[in-house]
């Protein structure tokens, strides 16, 4: 099996920090070109990551017949336009979370993907691909929790800074897509199912007019998940996982350091034992993953379906705090 070649479409702090560079260490993904709205960027960056490609355009790396698949870390708003125009160039994609902005504009990148059967598309929820959560997955299908029947999540950080994307509303902004959305999926892939319905409540920011506080209630036929997240909070990240004999506590549940050991608790019967995980790159594993998918001709890990259905639990979520009721997704 050789190597993809990938694109990355954008010169993003998050992007040539923590992805792009891990991307390049994994074993099946090949960074050949990096592109930017302004040729220097590109440049400067493709000579500091050793990218042999910069393009001062999306459309010119888009057009390079060398460049197999692109990885999308774009503002949210431009996530459904680019991802479309890379797969109507003939590229398989890579796409930050969340997916688009609204479920309908999801809807339409999965209406578009159809028509390129042969393309992958996924979106990027990389902590999926941790083996921290596919052991919280073996610890409740084995039943050493007991019935899974609660989970509880929160994810917050402080950024009050007015030029930040994550305070443009017109860009995608806010707390509930930057980050909220982790806690919509965990839920939905532990649960193993679509909520049934849910109640949310929203804090806006004066100024910016992005949600900065925000919390829900999903209710599933199996359980009940909760979640709070913030922009303006205390950094702080925890997972704890209930069912009827005991509990699982995902210390670092989003973005462990990759060269640190990750752990998990499990509770039970009055003792908690942490499991400990080595150091991994999530980042990596996801790039590989995806790779090989494209290689083999195999599914992607995550379907982009499961992208559609966490954006219609986001809206659902959204609509709850304006009307004060339960929605049903």
């Not at 902005?101 to 990389?126: D, G, V």
């Not at 017109?170 to 959305?181: A, E, R, S, V, W």
């Not at 990750?262 to 039970?268: N, R, S």
């Amino acid at each position: 099996m050789t190597r993809l070649r990938w694109g990355a479409l954008s010169t993003s702090n998050f992007a040539i920090r923590k992805v792009i560079p891990a991307m390049q260490n994994g074993e099946y993904c090949s960074v050949e070109a990096i592109a930017s709205r302004n040729l220097a960027s590109a440049q400067q960056v493709a000579a500091h990551l050793n990218i042999p490609k910069a393009y001062g355009s999306y459309e010119e790396l888009l057009a390079d017949p060398g460049i197999e698949a692109v990885y999308i870390p774009l503002p949210n708003h431009l996530h459904v336009p680019w991802s479309i125009k890379a797969l109507q160039a003939g590229k398989h994609v890579l796409c930050e979370k969340p997916i688009a902005l609204s479920a309908p504009q999801a809807r339409q990148l999965l209406e578009e993907a159809k028509k390129h059967p042969k393309l992958k598309i996924m979106e990027a929820f990389m902590y999926r691909h941790h083996p921290q959560w596919k052991k919280a997955k073996e610890i409740i299908k084995e039943g050493k929790i007991g019935e899974l029947g609660m989970i509880t999540s929160f994810f917050s950080y402080y950024n009050a800074n007015p030029d930040n994307i994550r305070n443009q509303t017109d860009m995608g902004g806010g707390g509930l897509l930057d980050i909220g959305c982790y806690s919509i999926s965990l839920s939905r892939f532990i649960f193993n199912e679509e909520p049934e319905r849910v109640f949310g409540s929203i804090e806006s920011d004066p100024q910016f007019k992005i949600d900065r506080l925000t919390s829900g209630i999903l209710e599933f036929r199996s359980g009940v998940a909760t979640f709070t997240c913030s922009t303006q909070l205390a950094p702080f990240q925890r997972v704890q996982i209930f069912g009827s004999q005991g509990r699982i506590e995902i210390e670092v549940p989003f973005n462990p350091e990759p060269k640190q050991p990750a752990f998990v608790g499990l509770e039970k019967n009055g003792k908690y034992e942490r499991i400990s995980f080595p150091p991994c790159d999530q980042y990596t594993i996801q790039g590989d993953l995806f790779s090989q998918a494209v290689l083999a001709d195999l599914e992607v890990p995550t379907p982009l379906e499961d992208a559609l259905a966490n954006m219609q639990v986001i809206d659902a979520v959204r609509s709850s705090a304006q009307s004060g009721a339960w929605v049903e997704p």
